[in-house]
């Protein structure tokens, strides 16, 4: 029997009410809840838009912390509920492709350290509907074979997963969890287990765990979107109610267990840089949805700002002791609560007495009158647009904000109910109720203590007793010593924000050449009297912005300055500042100028692209600002240094793979000796300084933008074009082995290319075989010989060189490489064979979909404009794109297929660690 709660709630009551309790806080009436004979809940929401999909997410609720061992259970148990099962032929996985749908992107799935979650986002008249949709997803936790001969091969698929994972990151963000979680289970069970547990699990230990919680009862469903609700419960019942009636497992074990005492730890990676004390307090929470806990959490709220604040404006009195510090407020699990104070400086024992001291000045004067009044007006301001946002939440959003409520053991609830119940609860908060909670929470009896310390030094932490002294000490003064003086830098700049001097001209002597005006599609066309184009597309935007990009050629492939000379060149340029004022004056100037004159420059292989997006009456300043900053910027000596000093650049490039693909004259001169202020600068000029044409995308220009652009950018000097050098990767096979893996994995990068004329039009076809291929790699490479985790795959029809190119790369266990290598080269020689196969009428529905997205975005019409103009010389492609993926018949994919797969021209690189060489 299904038990249904749909909520009501007279608006009334709302209007009348001077408070609502926090103990009222249930579930916004529009979602539909339910509980099925088994134990299992859902919770739905009708986005009542015609136009949504639906999503699904399944939550069960149990993790890496539901362990006992060996660790890694939780994780391998989701890997292996996509293997064989008992609804379906074949594996989940098989099932997944041969509806159209692709794992990662239909269909997820993700492990973390309190739940498991399943999801399935679909899209409109999808392949599969909503009853069909929640089948999947009962027979993904219901339906799980779990075979031993399954688990042989994803052993190793999770393997690799783990070398693929391991990075420094991660491995100090465990030791710091170990520390901050001390006595908790979620100290020695990282998510995705270890080595030696992967390698030592077997099915029974899958499937002991799959047993216990994967039921009904451990489990909340979510789905979101267009559906109809009454149907959707019925499949639900239907679906997920035939499943056995067991016990929820108990687990007490998820709150964090608190003890009385401070505790100790030091946080030490081998490869670690960084340096930091950190002093921190746990304590309990309330339940958020009783009155005490909506207080409690409010609290925390306005707490976490203002102690933040208070702590890093005592910092800089500090500054020749420790760079910096902060403080942060973690929800660890759901009825826990960890406050950290951290300072950052390599002499631990100099910053913890400062950081004991600076808790202690926190406790002891509170929070000023002033702070707890702006911090009470954003609260209040936010409380107040929180209706109007949650109006504005898509069904995607919604389904977000439910799960996340579940997971904090919380509730999503009418947002004007909402929003009532926190306005009577900030009115109930005084300066002295905040003061005295948070000096309750300083008080938490449980503190840790521990040191982040840099690889290859060593530290001892204090004795506990001698740091409780200190704290002991802190506490008994009658007052606190005042804090030191700021330090004072007499050759420190003013921060006055300067004006810009009389001499920063900007000619504005050009004039329009010549222009003209197209329909169909609608094209402004201006010629300046520089040689610069202008290309504007009359089409209005959602933002009601002009998206501009100017694109120069050759890009950092050039004859004169190279690649690496040229990419520092323009990176340093866009930094830098004006020559007449210095670097701080600028940046203070800078910095008062609106975001919206500020452009993007991003050098490519084979073009300069410098491109704003703005609202049209701001676009004549934007480009006055690119004016000024081609004339008078200039790259400045200090920043030279810097980039010498970080080892940006140094040395002749060695480039293995590079100069496997394009042959010894890939290598470039030394760049190092080059790295002077002189040659970058001029190096800058020469690309800044080449003809460009504007692309742009917005509403009709107006006289001001016409005017700008004829008189001022029309007087940007231009100069003549640089020697484009786009790279071509050399003919026939070439394999290579070299060092540089890490110690226990391999690397394979593989390139191939075929020539083909490039267009736009057939560009885009090409660009449909990237998934087809990347897929058929997938299930050679991942499902059939386990032998990675994920695999990147592309293939682009380059116009620089008219050649089609396929890219691809992969991490491998070492002794893996070359037969996984080979196995990748035969699934790219069979692609014309399997494009037989495949299901163009999928595929252009899939086009479809994406080009509705892509079409709504301006940057797409900007970019394809760009392209026809590259091709075509006029806007012809924008026309003829409409549609395009529908031109993609049996015939067409089978004779794109034909042309680009081919290994005549091949280049493997392979990285192995020093050892398998």
């Given at each position: 029997?299904?038990?249904?709660?749909?909520?009501f709630v007279?608006?009334?009551f709302?209007?009348i009410?001077?408070?609502?309790?926090?103990?009222?806080a249930?579930w916004?009436?529009r979602?539909?809840?339910?509980?099925?004979e088994?134990?299992?809940?859902?919770?739905?929401?009708?986005?009542g838009?015609?136009?949504?999909?639906?999503?699904?997410?399944?939550?069960?609720?149990?993790?890496s912390?539901d362990?006992?061992?060996?660790?890694?259970?939780?994780?391998?148990?989701e890997?292996?509920?996509?293997q064989?099962?008992?609804?379906h032929?074949?594996?989940?996985?098989?099932?997944?492709?041969?509806?159209?749908w692709?794992?990662?992107?239909?269909?997820?799935?993700?492990?973390?350290?309190t739940?498991t979650?399943?999801?399935i986002?679909?899209?409109?008249?999808?392949?599969?509907d909503l009853t069909?949709?929640?089948?999947?997803?009962?027979?993904?936790?219901?339906?799980?074979?779990?075979?031993?001969?399954?688990w042989?091969?994803?052993?190793?698929?999770i393997?690799?997963?783990?070398?693929q994972?391991?990075?420094?990151?991660?491995?100090?963000?465990?030791q710091?969890?170990?520390v901050?979680?001390?006595g908790?289970?979620?100290?020695?069970?990282?998510?995705i287990?270890?080595?030696?547990s992967?390698a030592?699990a077997?099915i029974?230990?899958i499937?002991?765990?799959y047993?216990?919680?994967?039921?009904?009862?451990?489990?909340?469903?979510?789905?979101?979107?267009?559906?109809?609700?009454?149907a959707?419960?019925?499949?639900?019942q239907?679906?997920?109610?035939?499943?056995?009636?067991?016990?929820?497992?108990?687990?007490?074990?998820?709150?964090l267990p608190?003890?009385?005492?401070l505790s100790?730890?030091?946080?030490?990676?081998?490869?670690?840089?960084?340096?930091?004390?950190?002093?921190?307090?746990?304590?309990a929470?309330?339940?958020?949805?009783?009155?005490?806990?909506?207080?409690?959490?409010l609290q925390?709220?306005?707490?976490?700002r203002?102690?933040?604040?208070?702590?890093?404006?005592?910092?800089p009195?500090?500054?020749?002791?420790?760079?910096?510090?902060?403080?942060?407020?973690?929800?660890?699990?759901?009825?826990r609560?960890?406050?950290a104070?951290?300072?950052?400086?390599?002499?631990?024992?100099?910053a913890l007495?400062?950081?004991l001291?600076?808790?202690?000045?926190?406790?002891?004067?509170?929070?000023?009158q002033k702070?707890?009044?702006?911090?009470?007006?954003?609260a209040?301001?936010v409380?107040?647009?929180?209706?109007?946002?949650?109006?504005?939440r898509?069904?995607?959003?919604?389904?977000?904000?439910?799960?996340?409520?579940?997971?904090?053991?919380s509730?999503?609830?009418?947002?004007a109910?909402?929003?009532?119940?926190?306005?009577?609860?900030l009115?109930r908060i005084?300066?002295?109720?905040?003061?005295?909670?948070m000096?309750?929470?300083?008080?938490a009896?449980?503190?840790?203590?521990?040191y982040?310390?840099?690889?290859?030094?060593?530290?001892?932490?204090p004795d506990?007793?001698?740091?409780?002294?200190?704290?002991?000490?802190?506490a008994?003064?009658?007052a606190?010593?005042p804090?030191?003086?700021l330090?004072?830098?007499?050759?420190?700049?003013?921060?006055?924000?300067?004006?810009?001097?009389?001499e920063?001209?900007?000619?504005r002597?050009g004039?329009?050449?010549?222009?003209?005006?197209l329909q169909?599609?609608?094209?402004?066309?201006?010629?300046?009297?520089n040689?610069?184009r202008?290309i504007?597309?009359?089409r209005?935007?959602?933002?009601?912005?002009?998206y501009?990009?100017?694109?120069?050629s050759?890009?950092?492939?050039?004859?004169r300055?190279g690649?690496?000379?040229?990419?520092?060149?323009?990176q340093?340029?866009?930094?830098?500042g004006?020559r007449?004022?210095?670097?701080?004056?600028?940046?203070?100037?800078?910095?008062a100028?609106?975001?919206s004159g500020?452009?993007?420059?991003?050098?490519?292989?084979?073009?300069l692209?410098?491109?704003i997006?703005?609202k049209?009456?701001a676009?004549?300043?934007?480009?006055?600002?690119?004016?000024?900053?081609l004339?008078?910027?200039?790259?400045?000596?200090?920043?030279?240094?810097?980039?010498?000093d970080?080892?940006?650049v140094g040395?002749?490039r060695?480039?293995?793979?590079?100069?496997?693909?394009?042959g010894?004259?890939?290598?470039?001169?030394?760049p190092?000796?080059?790295?002077t202020?002189?040659?970058?600068n001029?190096?800058?000029?020469?690309?800044?300084?080449?003809?460009?044409?504007?692309?742009a995308?917005?509403?009709?220009p107006d006289?001001?933008?016409?005017?700008?652009?004829?008189?001022?950018?029309?007087?940007?000097?231009?100069?003549k074009?640089?020697?484009?050098?786009p790279?071509?990767?050399v003919e026939?096979?070439?394999?290579?082995e070299?060092?540089g893996?890490?110690?226990?994995?391999?690397?394979?990068?593989?390139?191939?290319?075929?020539p083909?004329?490039?267009t736009?039009?057939?560009?885009?076809?090409?660009?449909?075989?990237?998934?087809v291929a990347?897929?058929?790699?997938?299930?050679?490479?991942?499902y059939?010989?386990?032998?990675?985790?994920?695999?990147?795959f592309?293939?682009e029809?380059?116009?620089?060189?008219?050649?089609?190119?396929?890219?691809l790369?992969?991490?491998?266990?070492p002794?893996?490489?070359k037969?996984?290598?080979?196995?990748?080269?035969?699934?790219?020689?069979?692609?014309?064979q399997?494009?037989?196969?495949?299901?163009?009428?999928?595929?252009?529905s899939?086009?479809?979909?994406a080009?509705?997205?892509?079409l709504?975005?301006?940057?797409?019409?900007?970019?394809?404009?760009?392209l026809?103009?590259?091709?075509y010389?006029?806007?012809?492609?924008?026309t003829?794109?409409?549609?395009?993926?529908?031109?993609?018949?049996?015939?067409?994919?089978?004779?794109?297929?034909?042309?680009?797969?081919?290994?005549?021209?091949?280049?493997?690189?392979?990285?192995l660690?020093k050892?398998?060489?």
């Open positions: 029997m299904t038990v249904t709660a749909r909520l007279f608006v009334a709302v209007l009410a001077p408070f609502a309790s926090a103990s009222d249930q916004d009436p979602l539909t809840r339910g509980t099925l088994n134990g299992l809940t859902y919770i739905l929401h009708d986005s838009k015609p136009g949504d999909p639906f999503n699904i997410r399944l939550v069960v609720h149990a993790g912390v362990e006992e061992r060996p660790s890694g259970v939780a994780h391998m148990l890997h292996m509920v996509f064989s099962n008992r609804a032929l074949q594996s989940i996985h098989r099932y997944i492709q041969e509806i159209g692709r794992q990662g992107l239909q269909v997820n799935a993700v492990t973390r350290e739940e979650q399943y999801m986002r679909t899209r409109r008249k999808d392949a599969l069909a949709s929640l089948a999947l997803a009962a027979d993904l936790v219901f339906g799980a074979e779990l075979r031993a001969d399954d042989a091969k994803e052993r190793f698929v393997l690799e997963e783990l070398r994972g391991d990075s420094v990151a991660d491995r100090i963000s465990r710091k969890k170990a901050l979680r001390v908790s289970r979620y100290v020695d069970r990282p998510t287990g270890t080595r030696e992967i030592s077997s029974e230990d499937r002991a765990f047993d216990r919680f994967y039921v009904a009862s451990n489990m909340t469903l979510v789905v979101s979107g267009r559906i109809d609700s009454s959707a419960e019925a499949a639900i239907r679906l997920f109610g035939a499943a056995p009636k067991a016990p929820k497992p108990d687990r007490a074990y998820v709150d608190l003890k009385a005492g100790t730890g030091l946080v030490q990676d081998p490869a670690g840089s960084s340096s930091q004390t950190t002093y921190a307090f746990r304590m929470m309330p339940d958020r949805t009783s009155e005490e806990g909506q207080l409690a959490y925390k709220y306005l707490l976490s203002l102690i933040r604040d208070a702590i890093q404006t005592q910092a009195h500090y500054a020749d002791t420790i760079k910096s510090m902060g403080f942060v407020a973690q929800e660890t699990t759901e009825h609560l960890i406050l104070f951290n300072a950052s400086g390599p002499d631990h024992d100099a007495p400062i950081l001291e600076a808790i202690e000045r926190v406790r002891r004067e509170g929070i000023s702070a707890f009044d702006a911090a009470m007006a954003a209040r301001r409380n107040g647009n929180n209706i109007d946002a949650a109006g504005q898509t069904y995607a959003e919604w389904e977000d904000r439910i799960t996340s409520a579940v997971l904090m053991g509730v999503l609830d009418d947002p109910r909402r929003s009532e119940r926190t306005r009577a609860l009115d005084t300066l002295d109720s905040l003061q005295a909670r000096r309750d929470m300083l008080a009896p449980d503190q840790i203590l521990f982040q310390v840099p690889g290859g030094f060593e530290r001892r932490l506990v007793a001698k740091v409780q002294a200190m704290r002991d000490d802190l008994a003064r009658a606190l010593p804090l030191p003086a330090k004072s830098d007499p050759a420190s700049p003013s921060t006055e924000i300067p004006t810009l001097p009389a920063a001209i900007v000619p002597s004039k329009i050449a010549s222009e003209n005006e169909s599609p609608h094209i402004r066309e201006w010629t300046l009297s040689g610069d202008v504007w597309l009359v209005d935007t959602p933002d009601g912005k002009v501009l990009s100017g694109q120069s050759p890009g950092f492939m050039n004859a300055y690649s690496t000379i040229s990419q520092v060149a323009i340093l340029r866009a930094q830098s004006y007449f004022w210095t670097q701080a004056q600028f940046d203070a100037w800078d910095a100028q609106p975001a500020r452009w993007s420059y991003a050098l490519k292989a084979g073009l692209d410098v491109a997006a703005t049209p009456d676009l004549p300043g934007a480009l006055e600002r690119y004016a000024r900053d004339i008078y910027a200039e790259i400045r000596e200090d920043a030279v240094e810097a980039v010498k970080e080892g940006i040395g002749a060695e480039d293995a793979y590079g100069r496997l693909l394009y010894p004259q890939s290598d470039e001169q030394d190092g000796s080059l790295l202020v002189e040659h970058l001029a190096a800058a000029d020469a690309l800044l300084s080449q003809p460009v044409k504007w692309f995308v917005g509403p009709a006289g001001s933008i016409r005017e700008t652009f004829a008189g001022l950018i029309g007087a940007v000097p231009r100069a074009p640089l020697e484009a050098t790279p071509r990767q026939g096979l070439r394999i290579a070299v060092e893996s890490a110690k226990d994995r391999a690397r394979v990068q593989l390139s191939f290319f075929t083909m004329d490039w736009p039009e057939a560009s885009f076809l090409v660009s449909a075989l990237t998934p990347q897929q058929a790699l997938k299930n050679e490479l991942r059939r010989l386990a032998g990675l985790y994920t695999l990147q592309e293939l029809l380059d116009a620089d060189t008219n050649r089609a190119i396929g890219t790369s992969f991490y491998c266990a002794e893996r490489a037969e996984l290598t080979e196995a990748a080269l035969a699934v790219l020689k069979d692609m014309p399997q494009a037989d196969g495949m299901d163009t009428a999928r595929m252009r899939d086009i479809a979909f080009e509705e997205g892509r709504r975005d301006p940057n797409t019409w900007l970019r394809r404009l760009a026809s103009y590259r091709r010389g006029d806007a012809g492609y924008l003829r794109m409409i549609g395009l993926g529908d031109k993609l018949t049996d015939q067409v994919l089978r004779a794109h297929a034909a042309s680009v797969f081919k290994t005549d021209n091949v280049a493997i690189l392979t990285r660690p050892a398998a060489l």
